[in-house]
């Protein structure tokens, strides 16, 4: 697979994986992807934990539909991530980023403009989303075949500091790594966020995981083989959409948009 191929290609799965275990071949060869990755004087800040436990994926599945629910039902996460959500084709158009939530039970449709309103809070309890969101959310974990968690070392990783800004920006390159080459393994993943938006939830991860004081952990992947056909949950989203040229790229300067480049390369 060509490369440009695969990064276009690559996307975020929403939906279930197959059960098949991630054979170790391939597990190796996400790994080594990973640490293929460019990093500030060859540092190579970033340590994984690679996670088939039967019981270790069904507690972090508990932990983080349980985070989803709640995060949802209090209002918090529409709240803070209210200026990404699209809920019409045209504003998708017209804005070129965000999520598009193109999939909601029939109830809630009439009521999506309202979604953050403190009455659109109250109906999307009544009717039951958040609950309907975090049984799926922990489904969905639940059901993967591997999760991965990344760390960085906090020597390299020490907040305040311009290593620290090194050592993530050197992790965002080793994940980016794995991600596209899911796409050449056939292979799916998504971030699991929802512990993160709790207090305390993320710590129980952490505990789960046994991460040892020098290592701080960042984030938790869930990763499988694709089915042919992939099932959308009850609420779904869709972020294939991306900025034009134009609005992200600058020539000499930020006073001038580049020109000529909206177009999509053949």
């Known amino acids: 697979m060509e490369l440009l191929d695969a990064i276009r290609r690559r996307k975020t799965t929403n939906g279930p994986f197959l059960p098949d275990p991630v054979s170790e071949e391939h597990q190796r060869v996400l790994l080594e992807a990973?640490?293929?990755?460019?990093?500030?004087?060859?540092?190579?800040?970033?340590?994984?934990?690679?996670i088939e436990s039967r019981d270790t994926i069904d507690q972090i599945a508990r932990i983080s539909g349980e985070s989803m629910t709640e995060a949802m039902s209090n209002g918090t996460f529409f709240e803070r991530y209210k200026p990404y959500f699209r809920f019409s084709q045209a504003e998708m158009d017209e804005k070129r980023n965000g999520m598009l939530f193109d999939k909601l039970p029939a109830a809630l449709r009439p009521f999506t403009s309202q979604v953050f309103t403190k009455r659109g809070q109250t109906l999307m309890n009544t009717f039951?989303?958040?609950?309907?969101?975090?049984a799926e959310n922990r489904r969905l974990v639940a059901g993967s075949p591997l999760l991965l968690g990344v760390m960085l070392d906090r020597s390299e990783y020490r907040p305040g500091q311009l290593s620290s800004f090194y050592s993530v920006f050197s992790m965002g390159a080793a994940m980016e790594n794995i991600w596209l080459t899911t796409v050449e393994l056939g292979m799916g993943i998504q971030f699991i966020s929802f512990p993160m938006e709790v207090p305390g939830r993320w710590d129980e991860i952490v505990r789960l995981l046994?991460?040892?004081?020098?290592?701080?952990?960042?984030?938790?992947?869930?990763?499988?083989?694709?089915p042919p056909e992939q099932r959308r949950p009850a609420i779904d989203w869709s972020s294939s959409q991306r900025?034009?040229?134009?609005?992200?790229?600058?020539?000499?300067?930020?006073?001038?948009?580049?020109?000529?480049?909206?177009?999509?390369?053949?």
């Open 34 to 50: 990973a640490g293929r990755a460019p990093s500030q004087l060859n540092s190579q800040p970033w340590r994984f934990v690679v």
């Open 128 to 134: 039951g989303v958040p609950k309907t969101l975090g």
């Open 210 to 226: 046994h991460v040892p004081d020098d290592l701080e952990l960042m984030a938790v992947y869930r990763l499988g083989y694709l």
């Open 243 to 266: 900025r034009l040229a134009s609005q992200y790229v600058f020539r000499e300067s930020c006073e001038t948009p580049q020109q000529g480049w909206d177009a999509p390369l053949a």
